[in-house]
């Protein structure tokens, strides 16, 4: 386990740059730019995930390992994802 302490300040911008990026989803779920909505949204989820996944899960400062099974679920994710997909488009 890391021993690595944030400052509070850190965890505020963190913080505050989710609340900014919910903003801009919202402002892209109001937009209309055709098909590139999914793709800004993705975008925007993402990088979310991986501010939340890095700080607050204090995944950015733990050993290898723990980047090796973050990594690990993150595949996984992406499998099935395309696996659902396949199945999804081969039914369109």
């Given at each position: ?15 505050a740059?989710l ?11 109001l ?61 369109y």
């Amino acid at each position: 386990m890391s021993n690595h302490i944030l400052p509070k300040k850190t965890y505020y911008m963190i913080g505050a740059a989710l609340m900014m990026l919910l903003a801009v989803t919202v402002g892209v779920a109001l937009l209309h730019l055709g098909p590139f909505n999914v793709l800004v949204a993705l975008g925007v989820a993402v990088t979310k995930a991986v501010l939340v996944v890095l700080y607050f899960m204090h995944v950015k400062y733990n050993s290898r390992l723990t980047w090796v099974f973050a990594s690990g679920g993150v595949l996984w994710l992406l499998i099935m994802l395309i696996l659902t997909m396949g199945d999804f488009l081969a039914r369109y």
